[in-house]
Each structure stands twice: as structure tokens, then as C-alpha cells.
């Protein structure tokens, strides 16, 4: 698209992977995700881990509580609509009866694997996919329902940087070999080998795709000194591994769709000695998508990418309602203070050029 726009109308998107947190954070952070979209994948790794659909029902009404709670003080409109996607947190314990519990459910979409210690609560995740989650694994291939994958290998003697690309070679391929049917998402790809794995691959697979590992490379964690706030896992790799996620985007294909990864901590767990990982991006997700679409003259390719791919993939309606996104000025705010909690946005104190 090289005619320049001053705004671009598209199917309302999606945000097939968020993190809500829990109380106080969940109420803070819930309206940036509402304002621009349709229905989101939740994430279950709250601090008690969301691993039964019984504990997925009332988190979904917490979530739906909050959501009200914005519409009793007119800071969204009562007509406005959001659907929660919840998702189960796998373990070494699940049951494959859980499997079947989730999807006669209505409400619980996916299984998230989170290989243990591998990321932000985490610690109850998979020690062994193939030895404790095997009958899960037949059951998620039988009936349909999609494995979200955090895709790295915690392993000590890894390089941080190189824990996607071990994950592939010591996971995913032979998970694919034993369960050739299973449907896959490979959350927040971040390597040149992950996209040439979901690209190439010949099962059902699909990935998602953050506006940090779009935007940013490694360097930027450490321009002009130590930027927790670009600090992420998968964290931000090389360069050319940007550029192949921008390439795989821009290419049109269908197995490549929108998941900001939104996951909010206060600034003071960030700026700490031992700061979380997690880049808040909610604030400006689709404004911040559409100015990486709009540099690489691909704006013709955000509706499919935010609105079309995911849809599709989960078996759901594509939304029929209309989003606007205007070309004008927008500096992020340096801080973001919602009652007591204060949240850093990804890109604080910088200019883009489109706005919702």
C-alpha cells in the first residue's frame, strides 16, 4: 500500500494471547484490551495456576465482573462486547477426563504448555511432555483442541537466546512425529527457526505474533542502558530472526496471527534487581501493529493478520463488527497510573503514527 491513508476501517480483531492477572491488576488492565478487541485467548498462569475447567469457569466470571464494573462507570459503553477465551494451564497431573471436562465446556478454547521454570508463573509447568502428558496429548488430537506451546527450553546450559531453537529440535519435532493431527500454536515466535518450523510444517500449526519481537530487536533491550521494560521470554533475539517474523507476516500466510503477549507488572517489579519478565503493549497494541505494517507498506495485510487468521484457526465466526485506526501523532505516555498501580507501555515516551 503505497498511497499514504488517514485511516484504515477493518474487521474488529482479536487477541489470541493475553495476560489478565488476577484482582486489583485485572481491573486495571482490562479496559485497554476491551477497547480494541473482540475476544482475547486468557492466560491461565495466574499465581495459582488456572488447571481445571472449574477454576477457568470463575476466573472467566472475574473477568466478566471487571468487564462490568467498566460498564457501571461509563468508562466503556453498555453495548460493548467482549468475549474471554479461557485457556487450561497443562501439568504433570493433568487428566485426559480434563480434556474432555474443557471442551463440552462452551468457554475453555486451549491447553497452554508451559514447560516448568520456563517463564512468569510457571514453576507447576510440564517437567516431561512425553512421559506425564501423553494420554492428554491423544485426547487434545482426538477431539480438536488446540496446544498453545511457550516454546523455549529452560535448561541452565542453553543460551537464553538459543532456548526457542533447542525447544524445536528436542519438542516440537518429535511431538509432531507422535501426534501428527495435534493442533498447534507456537505462541509469540521470536527465531528464524520457529517461523521456518511452522512454515514448513505439514499438520495443523499456526503461530502467534507479538508487536515487541515485530518492533524490536536484541540491541534495543540495551540502548541507551538497561531497558527492563523491552525484557520479555522469549526474549528479543538477533536481527535477522526479526526480520524473518517480519517477513513470515508481511507473506500473507494464513498461519501467522495477532497475540500481543500483553503481560503486565507494576513498574517497581520491573525496575528491581530482579525484574519480571513482560512488555505491557495492551495500551497501544493495534496502533502500534498498524505503524510496523504501515513502515513495511503492508497496511493491506493487518485485517487478515488481526482479524482473519486467528478465527479461522480456532474454528470461531470472524467478527462482524468494523475497527477504525487514524493516521495522526501519538506519543506513548512515559507511565501509565491506574488508581495505584503504575505500568510502563511498551514504547513509552516514543511517536507513532497511527492511532485507535
Not at 216 to 223: A, D, G, K, V, W
Not at 242 to 263: E, M, N, W, Y
Request: proline fraction near 5%; charged fraction near 25%.
Amino acid at each position: 500500500m503505497d498511497k499514504l491513508v488517514d485511516s484504515i476501517i477493518i474487521t474488529k480483531p482479536d487477541d489470541w494471547h493475553v495476560h489478565f492477572r488476577d484482582g486489583e491488576m485485572l481491573d486495571a488492565v482490562i479496559f485497554d484490551t476491551v477497547k480494541q478487541f473482540s475476544r482475547a485467548i486468557i492466560m491461565p498462569n495466574l499465581s495459582e495456576p488456572i488447571t481445571t475447567t472449574n477454576m477457568a469457569k470463575n476466573y472467566r466470571h472475574r473477568i466478566l465482573d471487571s468487564l462490568a464494573r467498566l460498564k457501571k462507570n461509563n468508562q466503556i459503553s453498555k453495548e460493548s462486547s467482549f468475549t474471554p477465551l479461557m485457556t487450561l494451564y497443562l501439568t504433570d497431573n493433568t487428566k485426559p477426563e480434563e480434556v474432555l471436562n474443557a471442551h463440552s465446556s462452551g468457554f475453555v478454547f486451549a491447553f497452554k504448555l508451559y514447560p516448568a521454570a520456563s517463564t512468569t508463573n510457571s514453576t507447576a509447568g510440564v517437567s516431561n511432555l512425553f512421559e506425564n502428558c501423553r494420554e492428554v496429548l491423544e485426547k487434545l488430537q482426538y477431539i480438536g483442541m488446540p496446544l498453545l506451546i511457550h516454546a523455549e527450553l529452560p535448561d541452565k546450559n542453553i543460551d537464553i537466546f538459543d532456548r526457542e531453537r533447542f525447544f524445536i529440535d528436542k519438542i516440537m519435532t518429535p511431538l509432531r512425529r507422535d501426534f501428527p493431527d495435534i493442533k498447534l500454536v507456537f505462541e509469540h515466535v521470536s527465531t528464524k527457526e520457529g517461523v521456518d518450523f511452522v512454515m514448513e510444517d505439514t499438520g495443523p500449526i499456526a503461530a502467534t505474533v507479538t508487536p515487541q519481537h515485530l518492533i524490536y530487536n536484541r540491541n534495543s533491550l540495551f540502548s541507551g542502558g538497561l531497558n527492563p521494560h523491552l525484557y520479555c521470554l522469549p526474549i528479543l533475539k538477533a536481527e535477522e530472526h526479526r526480520k524473518a517474523i517480519l517477513k513470515a507476516v508481511f507473506s500473507g500466510s494464513a498461519r501467522f496471527f495477532l497475540g500481543t503477549d500483553s503481560a503486565p507488572h507494576i513498574r517497581s517489579l520491573k525496575e528491581n534487581r530482579c525484574g519480571c519478565a513482560g512488555c505491557y503493549n495492551a495500551y497501544n497494541a493495534m496502533a502500534l501493529y498498524a505503524s510496523i505494517f504501515d513502515e513495511n507498506n503492508s497496511l493491506d495485510k493487518l485485517e487478515a493478520f488481526a482479524s482473519f487468521n486467528g478465527p479461522d484457526f480456532y474454528g470461531l465466526p470472524r467478527n462482524r463488527d468494523f475497527f477504525v485506526l487514524h493516521r495522526k501523532e501519538n506519543i506513548i505516555p512515559d507511565m501509565l497510573e491506574i488508581g495505584k498501580i503504575q505500568l510502563i507501555p511498551l514504547g513509552a515516551g516514543s511517536t507513532i503514527n497511527w492511532c485507535i
